[in-house]
């Protein structure tokens, strides 16, 4: 009975770590409309990727790392970050990102 219960202890403190990993992961990128997605991620987009966002066109995040284009759960995290250069925090959920935090990142030059 106590390998039993030592063994299902271990794997549901192994699944909480694993969950733990998934939920907190950063991603650094662009802010832009659906409709543009990667060839609107740089620096001097922000008044159209703006204008498409308030128009109704869903926000996506473009990642600096590798052009991915995320599509978000929960937009309204990123309305007053239209054309902005981000790191979010967020976790993945149907292939989406679910954030949890955003904050401005700096521009490499």
């Given at each position: 009975m106590k390998k039993s219960f030592a063994a299902i202890l271990a794997i549901?403190?192994?699944a909480s770590?694993?969950?733990f990993?998934?939920?907190g992961t950063t991603y650094?990128?662009?802010v832009v409309d659906e409709k543009c997605g990667a060839k609107g991620a740089h620096a001097g987009a922000e008044s159209c990727a703006k204008k498409c966002i308030e128009s109704g066109m869903p926000p996506v995040l473009v990642t600096d790392s590798d052009?991915?284009?995320w599509h978000i759960q929960n937009?309204?995290?990123l309305k007053?970050?239209?054309g902005k250069h981000v790191t979010v925090t967020a976790s993945v959920k149907d292939n989406q990102l679910v954030i949890t935090n955003v904050a401005e990142a700096e521009v490499a030059k």
């Amino acid at each position: 009975m106590k390998k039993s219960f030592a063994a299902i202890l271990a794997i549901f403190l192994l699944a909480s770590v694993v969950a733990f990993a998934v939920d907190g992961t950063t991603y650094t990128g662009w802010v832009v409309d659906e409709k543009c997605g990667a060839k609107g991620a740089h620096a001097g987009a922000e008044s159209c990727a703006k204008k498409c966002i308030e128009s109704g066109m869903p926000p996506v995040l473009v990642t600096d790392s590798d052009k991915a284009v995320w599509h978000i759960q929960n937009p309204d995290a990123l309305k007053n970050y239209a054309g902005k250069h981000v790191t979010v925090t967020a976790s993945v959920k149907d292939n989406q990102l679910v954030i949890t935090n955003v904050a401005e990142a700096e521009v490499a030059k």
